[in-house]
């Protein structure tokens, strides 16, 4: 069977801090070096030239080639994106952007997943990394990286790797996509594991930049294309922007011109659960999967059941999400919640222990299965999942070690008491 080549294509402009070590992650996954620059005036061309030179030098030419391209900057993303794929010559495209890295878990694990002969692309969970607790989704897992520490991250699974010579294209002026390409040609999108490490919105002044400099592009691309695609990212920048109330009439735009625009109806969802409007929320969650189903759309709707105390219904909707996403460690801690209100704590544990395995740093999945332990009477176990999700961050990290000393002093008391470890060790 022939191996399965991949091109790294990459786009550039004043990125020299970062490109080194973005290129080193995954200088022995590639086959092709791809590298469009849309107009840097820093050392970014200087030192992917350098650095390819050297990767070209280190392996025969059979096995690694490199190529940089300029490219005229035409504010608009997937311009760019495409111009790069554009020169791509081997099997698979992996698109990375210079101020991300994949770990050598992830590229080991694309090695394995490019001889699929089903998939067509795979989504990958970009953790954007910041010290912004406030920013939607925040995750509290503690992240190092040589000098710098950040508290946390928020995510997004987005495809990054996908089949060349399918005539899939990007689409979108901003937060450019390759999904519906490949969903439109009737390309299999598969979940990974995999994680996507982003720095640039750690600096939440320049996250803050960025957003108004994409929110002004996307303006600029309604007045000249007024359709529903731009309507749709003008609402998401907003969004991004906390300007809710254009956020929804922006939407609203998109589903007018396009009553079939599920995913305008799932971003409405999501500003309405943020403002804790459950109701609106549900109801817009409907509607967008009553038009197209998907994992993130089952699983917030999941949730805003969860917060009504409706248990049946988000039971039902966490499981269809489980479906259609099995990698997605967030919608097991969601179901070990629903079914330890059910009282259901075997269940419970079940769940909760495939989402800290498919994610070893989850605090909020250490933290519920302390919970369910200490119900159950099995305070061992519950002080070893509390301290975990301590060790992990939690935010309720100086109430959870309150309850850890509580479940001590009982073990103490308790002479027959068994358990597997040192009290207090």
């Known amino acids: ?54 990767r070209v030098s280190s392996r025969t030419r059979s096995q690694l080639t490199a190529k940089i391209f300029d490219f005229k900057w035409i504010d608009d993303f997937s311009a760019a994106r495409n111009e790069s794929i554009k020169h791509a010559t ?60 950040y508290a946390g991250w928020y995510g997004s699974f987005i495809v990054r790797l996908f ?87 922006s939407f609203e735009k998109a589903i007018e011109l396009n009553p079939q625009h599920s995913m305008a109806l799932y971003e409405i969802g999501v500003i309405y659960e943020q403002q804790k409007n459950y109701d609106e929320a549900i109801k817009n969650y409907t509607e967008s999967l009553r038009i197209k189903e998907n994992s993130e759309a089952f699983q917030s709707l999941g949730v805003c059941y969860l917060k009504k105390g409706m248990l049946k219904e988000a039971y039902r909707n966490l499981v269809k999400a489980m479906m259609l996403n099995p990698n997605k460690y967030t919608i097991y801690n969601n179901l070990g919640a629903v079914l330890e209100r059910n009282g259901n704590y075997d269940s419970a544990i079940q769940m909760l222990e495939v989402g800290t395995k498919l994610n070893p740093n989850n605090p909020i999945g250490f933290y519920n299965l302390g919970i369910v332990f200490d119900k159950k009477g099995d305070f061992g176990r519950a002080i070893e999942s509390y301290e975990k999700a301590v060790e992990l961050g939690h935010s309720k990290s100086e109430e959870i070690k309150k309850r850890i000393k509580q479940l001590k002093n009982i073990i103490a008391n308790l002479p027959s008491y068994k358990y597997g470890f040192k009290v207090g060790g």
């Open 1 to 54: 069977m022939t191996k399965q080549t991949i091109s790294l294509c990459m786009i550039t402009k004043n990125e020299e801090k970062n490109l080194t070590a973005s290129l080193n992650s995954v200088k022995d996954v590639v086959d092709e070096i791809i590298i469009v620059d849309t107009g840097s005036t820093d050392k970014t061309k200087e030192i992917a030239k350098k650095f390819c030179d050297m």
């Open 90 to 149: 081997k099997d698979w495209i992996l698109v990375l952007d210079a101020d991300e890295i994949l770990d050598k878990e992830g590229c080991s694990a694309i090695k394995d997943i490019i001889e699929d002969k089903e998939v067509d692309g795979f989504l990958f969970l970009q953790k954007n990394y910041t010290n912004d607790s406030s920013v939607a989704g925040f995750v509290n897992e503690e992240h190092k990286r040589e000098n710098e520490t």
């Open 163 to 249: 089949r060349n010579k399918k005539g899939y294209a990007f689409e979108g002026t901003v937060h450019e996509l390759v999904e519906p390409s490949i969903e439109n040609k009737d390309g299999k999108i598969a979940a990974t594991n995999i994680a996507l490490r982003h720095y640039g919105n750690a600096d939440s002044s320049v996250a803050k930049k960025k957003r108004q400099f994409y929110l002004e592009l996307c303006k600029k691309k309604v007045k000249q294309n007024p359709h529903a695609s731009s309507y749709y990212e003008l609402g998401v920048l907003y969004r991004e922007n906390n300007n809710f109330d254009n956020a929804i009439k």
